[in-house]
């Protein structure tokens, strides 16, 4: 009972921080600055890890899909299948989970940091909102980020599995008959479903680490605790939001 | 070139603090007990008493920081607690620890309160913060970070940043504690000019006796979350309250150590 309430006041807790920190939306174009830092920070420092991830989860997948798609003789298809499982799964899953890894575990350390040495208390102190410097302009970038990291983890996984396909000698597949089949069999609303799980996850997120980040109480000791936090919390939120947002996106 | 200290025109008013039958627990742990306390418009009030007796608490409830689990605190007219009377008071409190943003360099932690209030152009800003580095004698530090401060420099920064504030009400919460001599005396004169020249309010939390004596206008001992005393400085030149007296004058006996007299009361 008690854990319940905790969840629940958590949930309104992360709820109340997007709201104090919409409030401020009107401030957003003077913190251009502060933006352009965070997509820097979210977009172009995750860039090399996101491609060598995503050339290799193409790769394999089409090695794997190769490999089982022989008994039915679909070895045509294996293009499709590559495109359509980047595009709307593996690839926003992927990025959401680098997301976690790489950033949201730094804004949580560093707001959490920023907490425990009183810093915050200073932000309030001085009347500036926390949530329109710290907040705002992280969900702002992590939104115009997330989408551009998507596409780019798609056609890297696209291009692996084609490389794969091409010079794999028992799949054999080359990459004209492979791209022929991912451009074939999909829609362009394969590729906005994806988009658009990307961008929920990047947001939920980043408001997450942040709302954590931000409610640590103690010692130094916590920082550490609300990384941990965070990270499995956001973990767990990507696996259970792709599920419903799944559902939503297909069935709708 | 050290600028010749004179504040900036000081705009608008200062407030007095009232702190009316405050109470705070910290789970069931009462901090501050009972704590009633007037600070007069203009006065430098100081607060002084043993570690861990909640001082900076009770300045975190002057602040806002701290809600009260009974009792109020007013600024002027307004509840502190309210997020609201910030918007209408500009109140500057110097962390105990400095509280300095670490990702901003010196000069960028004094320019952020102008930067983001808007208050004057780039050009405005680098005045107003030279001019507060300078009363600091800060300038060589100006493009130094946080972490590359000793102790006592950062407590001169958080100082400098309070007084780029233009504030209202000042609150120092141990403004000379980690400072040598020269600098806690230096530092004792720029409370008492400040006050002179814009007739701010100024609650200083100190266990510095020199400076308590020096400039304050009245002063509170909190022991143990409760106030034990309050009046003008000299009226504790030779205090009645034996607790008092051995805080302000404690004897260094080492016939008959302190340590041990704890010891023999634990047995
Ligand atoms: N956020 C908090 N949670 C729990 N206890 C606290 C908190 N802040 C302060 N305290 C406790 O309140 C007491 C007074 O602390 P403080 O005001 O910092 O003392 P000081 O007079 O030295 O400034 C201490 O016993 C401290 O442990
Ligand atoms: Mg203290």
Not at chain 1, 50 to 70: D, K, P, R
Not at chain 1, 102 to 113: C, I, Q
Request: hydrophobic share 45%; net charge neutral.
């Amino acid at each position: 009972m008690n854990h319940l309430t905790a969840i629940f006041s958590h949930i309104g807790g992360t709820v109340l921080l997007f709201a104090r920190a919409v409030t401020h939306i009107r401030t957003l174009p003077r913190q251009f600055p502060r933006f352009i830092e965070q997509c820097y920070l979210i977009g172009y420092t995750s860039l090399p890890i996101v491609t060598i991830l995503s050339f290799f989860i193409g790769s394999v997948l089409a090695l794997q899909s190769g490999y089982s798609m022989e008994n039915f003789g679909a070895k045509q298809f294996i293009g499709t299948l590559v495109g359509l499982t980047m595009a709307r799964e593996l690839g926003p899953v992927m990025v959401a989970i680098l997301l976690v890894g790489r950033v949201g575990s730094a804004v949580t350390a560093e707001l959490a940091s920023m907490k425990v040495y009183q810093e915050v208390d200073a932000l309030v102190t001085m009347n500036i909102p926390p949530e329109r410097m710290l907040v705002l302009p992280r969900l702002a970038a992590v939104l115009v980020m997330m989408p551009v990291l998507a596409i780019i983890a798609n056609l890297c996984g696209w291009y692996g599995g084609a490389l794969i396909c091409q010079y794999t000698h028992s799949i054999s597949v080359d990459s004209e008959a492979y791209f022929t089949a991912l451009k074939t069999y999909m829609k362009p609303r394969d590729i906005t479903d994806g988009l658009i799980k990307a961008e929920v996850f990047g947001f939920v997120i980043m408001l997450v680490c942040c709302y954590i980040g931000l409610n640590t109480r103690g010692g130094p000791r916590e920082i550490g605790a609300s990384v941990t936090k965070a990270v499995v919390t956001s973990l767990i939120l990507i696996l259970v939001l792709d599920y419903f947002v799944t559902k939503a996106l297909l069935y709708s | 070139m050290s600028a010749p200290y004179t504040a900036a025109p000081f705009v608008g008013k200062t407030f007095g603090v009232t702190v009316a039958r405050l109470h705070k627990r910290f789970g069931t742990t009462p901090v501050l007990k009972d704590i009633s306390l007037e600070v007069k418009p203009g006065e430098i009030f100081c607060i002084m008493g043993p570690s861990g007796s909640g001082k900076s608490v009770l300045l975190k409830h002057i602040a806002g920081l701290e809600i009260p689990t009974s009792g109020e605190v007013r600024i002027g007219e307004f509840d502190a607690a309210d997020p609201a009377t910030r918007d209408q008071i500009r109140l500057a409190l110097v962390f105990q620890a400095g509280a300095l943003f670490n990702s901003l360099s010196v000069y960028d932690n004094l320019a952020l309160y102008p930067r983001e209030h808007r208050l004057c152009g780039e050009a405005g800003i680098r005045d107003r913060v030279m001019h507060a580095l300078a009363i600091l004698s800060l300038e060589k530090a100006a493009h130094k970070f946080p972490s590359d401060l000793s102790g006592g420099m950062k407590k001169r920064v958080a100082i400098a940043r309070a007084l780029v504030m233009e504030p209202q009400l000042l609150l120092y919460d141990e403004p000379t504690s980690e400072l040598d001599p020269v600098m806690s005396a230096t530092l004792t004169e720029i409370i008492a000019t400040l006050r002179e020249q814009t007739a701010v309010t100024s609650l200083v939390v100190t266990h510095d006796r020199d400076l308590a004596f020096a400039i304050a206008d009245r002063v509170a001992f909190v022991m143990e979350g409760r106030i034990r005393g309050v009046g003008r400085p000299d009226e504790f030149k030779k205090p009645a309250d034996p607790v008092i007296a051995n805080f302000l004058n404690p004897v260094i006996d080492l016939k008959n150590p302190r340590f041990k007299q704890l010891e023999n009361n634990h047995e």
